[in-house]
């Protein structure tokens, strides 16, 4: 069992920046992939980054390469998500997932959730 709590979120104008945490307990961190997932207003939930358990390989959903970077500590039990240069389309729910299998744009469902956390970007 897995609990993940995100911290971070908050209001932030067009081309600020944000950096969102998530704070793992329960079975050992290294052993999952953690990523991110976001959830706008009558959209569905989409994907947003991943990192792998171990070696640091990232992934990005297309709409955020460049602008969000997606980093663990794997001694701190915690992943981040650093969004600078951020639109008022990033504006949504984020989610924080842990999963023992690989995530990326195509993962529908993970492991574990946390609860979330808002972000809003004003324009």
């Known amino acids: 069992q897995v609990q993940l709590v995100e911290s971070g979120g908050g209001l932030v104008q067009a081309g600020g920046s944000l950096r969102l945490s998530c704070a793992a307990s329960?079975?050992?961190?290294?052993?999952?992939?953690m990523g991110w997932f976001r959830q706008a207003p009558g959209k569905e939930r989409e994907f947003v980054s991943a990192i792998e358990r171990i070696g640091g390989s990232t992934r990005y959903a297309e709409s955020v390469k460049g602008r969000f970077t997606i980093s663990r500590d794997n001694a701190k039990n915690t992943v981040y998500l650093q969004m600078n240069s951020l639109k008022p389309e990033d504006t949504a729910v984020y989610y924080c997932a842990a999963d023992t299998s690989r995530i990326d744009s195509s993962t529908y469902d993970v492991g574990y959730w946390g609860r979330g956390t808002q972000v809003t970007v004003s324009s």
């Open positions: 329960g079975r050992t961190f290294s052993v999952y992939a």
